[in-house]
């Protein structure tokens, strides 16, 4: 017997409702992954520390959403001394998403932030970063987010 639309349509409410509710913890993101996979790396917090544009010879890179990119072409703004060099050598995902360089929020923690913080992350992750500078990498907390994910979806 097939389902009625009343069934099916209450079927699709709680289905969204219950990513709502998870939507405050959980923002997935399709993100183009370059065609040269063997050039990414996986990043531990530790490890992208080291490109925060005190060595010269190094790249500058800061990781949105679990993404790590090479904005070493904006090192008017991310370089040693700029105005968004707080922001770099770490996953600033929170303070992107604030619109704040306080240290308190240098993180890639989304709890407790607003709709409007949440919709102007995405809106500069999307018109910002994935626009302008390339992607080198993932933090592995990122990865290990996707893992679980895809083993619930087995």
Do not use: W
């Not at 679990?66 to 707080?86: H, L, M, P, R």
């Not at 407790?112 to 500069?124: C, F, Y």
């Not at 626009?131 to 993932?138: L, N, S």
């Amino acid at each position: 017997m097939a389902p009625s639309n009343k069934e099916v349509y209450s079927l699709l409410c709680f289905i969204g409702s219950f990513i709502m509710v998870l939507g405050d913890k959980y923002i997935l993101e399709e993100v183009d992954i370059p065609k040269s996979n063997s050039d990414l790396k996986i990043f531990t917090g530790e490890e992208l520390k080291r490109f925060d544009g005190s060595d010269p010879s190094l790249p500058i890179y800061m990781a949105v959403k679990g993404v790590v990119f090479d904005v070493t072409t904006g090192s008017d703004f991310y370089g040693k001394g700029a105005s968004y060099n707080v922001l770099v050598g770490k996953d600033s995902t929170r303070a992107v998403a604030k619109m704040s360089l306080d240290s308190a929020d240098l993180n890639h923690d989304l709890t407790g932030l607003t709709d409007q913080e949440l919709k102007s992350l995405d809106e500069v992750y999307k018109g910002v970063y994935v626009q302008k500078y390339p992607i080198v990498g993932y933090m592995d907390y990122k990865m290990a987010e996707n893992t679980i994910k895809n083993k619930l979806e087995l």
